[in-house]
């Protein structure tokens, strides 16, 4: 049998994206000179959801959500 499409399901699959965000978020608060909490890092786990969830309902376009999401945080 030959395969005409292999699709590869990437989300926490292929690609750890919990260990990343975390990698992402201690490198952006240490540049920063913040101590990333566990109380900061949980409402940006929250902040960042919603802003996910309006890009999914069409009410964020991607070079919103993907410009916005640290400086409207910080």
């Known amino acids: 049998m030959q ?5 590869f399901d990437m989300d926490n699959t292929l690609f750890d994206f919990d ?8 490198r952006l608060f240490n540049a920063q000179d913040i101590d ?5 890092k949980a409402t940006y786990q929250t902040f960042n959801q919603g802003l996910w969830r309006q ?11 993907l410009n916005t999401r ?3 945080f910080f």
Do not use: C, M, P
Request: proline letters at 0%.
């Open 3 to 7: 395969y005409k499409y292999l699709f």
């Open 19 to 26: 260990a990343d965000e975390d990698q992402a978020l201690e």
């Open 36 to 40: 990333l909490t566990s109380d900061i």
């Open 55 to 65: 890009y999914e309902q069409g009410e964020l376009t991607r070079e919103i959500l």
């Open 70 to 72: 640290f400086a409207t």
